[in-house]
């Protein structure tokens, strides 16, 4: 198995514990035997697998600080205060129960990438040595110093009424004590852990969290949140019941916080982050689409995040952290509404299609994207496949990663013409 954009992500037969301590010998040796926190989702197969990485990391002299089940977040902000090399998270995000990954964060809260891990599928390969066996330990106190650390950037606010959609999730250990401390009335949805993912599927898109949105209207609270399930990325419900998509989580999180530096976010990000940049007085800056390109492209900025409704706040880290963003959205009801919020910002249409092809194919459809785009001398940017922004619209033509398509987004302020700027490049590419 290979590193893609975010780590090794697999089935179980493929993603076992034989592979997982192979890549640990291989994440050990690449961080110099160092001291390395590990964490885990409550994915069933999370248990199995983070003793064989803690296994592995240790055989190659590695100090192993096990956090245990906590969030990603949680684990990435531990790395800071427990000064450590690296973290090593079991999870496999917002993926179904049959899912797992293994992710690895350097000791600057920067993601390993597809290119860096391959340095790391280098190393795993080699002879063990039993006077370099590293020590193992556990630390317990992980959420609630990540909760202190919550506390003391966000502040305590107004008391709010809310309903946390904990997703059977990790949020389950973090979500419901840290509402509280902020001083909330929270009401509670999916907040037993269980790997299983029982109570709705893991990524908290608006169809997933229905039960969400009518609890919101039938307890007439303030808000609702959902969390994915290792809580890096977060969604809201608005008090009248109103999805508020990833991007303008986003957003808004820009409009409502003291931020002191450029914006940068993905290519596929919508034109609803620029707007609040905009209004902020605030640059935007664009990178490839992955958690470990979003790290790497922070150092001077003041705030990051992607179209999933990952933010990251890098005051506390450079997680994409749910909670944080939770917090952020209590304090800034004492202003106004969450829909008030909402409709300081621009409305948005997307459209999305993918295209069947090959992996040799993928690189001349996105080819021919980019020849259409130099030949009519359009504002474009081919970080990542590429991406064309008109006045008021844009479009990204790029390869996926995982699967084969070339996928192509379209934005618009109309659904219509989201629509012709779609098929306008299918035909382009086809």
Request: neutral net charge; hydrophobic residues 40%.
């Amino acid at each position: 198995m290979h590193f893609g954009t975010n780590g090794i992500r697999g089935l179980f037969e493929e993603l076992n514990p034989e592979t997982a301590v192979k890549l640990a010998y291989g994440i050990g040796r690449y961080f110099n035997g160092g001291k390395i926190v590990v964490a885990r989702d409550c994915r069933l197969t999370g248990e199995v697998l983070k003793n064989a990485v803690v296994a592995g990391l240790a055989s190659v002299g590695c100090t192993v600080i096990d956090l245990g089940i906590v969030s990603s977040p949680t684990a990435e902000y531990m790395i800071r205060k427990l000064d450590a090399e690296a973290a090593v998270i079991i999870t496999a995000s917002h993926n179904p129960p049959e899912w797992n990954a293994i992710k690895v964060v350097d000791g600057k809260g920067i993601a390993v990438s597809k290119e860096r891990g391959k340095e790391i599928e280098k190393l795993v390969e080699g002879k063990l040595w039993w006077n370099r066996v590293g020590r193992i330990s556990f630390y317990e106190n992980a959420t609630k110093d990540h909760i202190k650390a919550i506390i003391e950037m966000a502040g305590k606010a107004k008391k709010k009424k809310i309903i946390l959609d904990c997703g059977n999730g990790t949020a389950c250990v973090i979500a419901p004590p840290l509402f509280k401390e902020l001083g909330c009335d929270i009401l509670t949805l999916n907040s037993h852990m269980d790997g299983r993912f029982p109570g709705r599927p893991s990524e908290p898109t608006e169809k997933n969290v229905e039960n969400l949105i009518r609890a919101v209207k039938a307890e007439k609270v303030d808000c609702g949140i959902a969390w994915d399930a290792d809580g890096d990325r977060v969604i809201f419900v608005d008090e009248k019941g109103q999805y508020i998509i990833g991007d303008m989580v986003y957003a808004l999180s820009i409009l409502w916080s003291d931020v002191k530096g450029d914006v940068v976010t993905t290519v596929a990000t919508s034109r609803v982050v620029e707007d609040a940049a905009g209004k902020k007085g605030l640059k935007t800056r664009y990178t490839a689409i992955g958690a470990p390109y979003l790290c790497e492209a922070m150092e001077g900025a003041g705030i990051g995040g992607e179209e999933v409704g990952g933010v990251i706040w890098p005051e506390l880290s450079l997680a994409k952290d749910g909670f944080l963003t939770g917090a952020m959205l209590v304090k800034a009801l004492e202003r106004k509404t969450l829909s008030e919020w909402v409709k300081e910002l621009p409305s948005y249409y997307n459209v999305k299609e993918k295209i069947p092809a090959k992996a040799k194919e993928k690189s001349e459809l996105v080819k021919k994207a980019l020849e259409y785009a130099k030949k009519e001398k359009l504002r474009y940017n081919d970080i990542d496949g590429v991406r064309v922004d008109y006045e008021d619209s844009w479009v990204i033509v790029r390869p996926s990663g995982t699967e084969d398509y070339v996928r192509i987004f379209a934005e618009a302020k109309t659904l219509e013409k989201a629509g012709e700027l779609v098929e306008k490049f299918r035909k382009i590419t086809g």
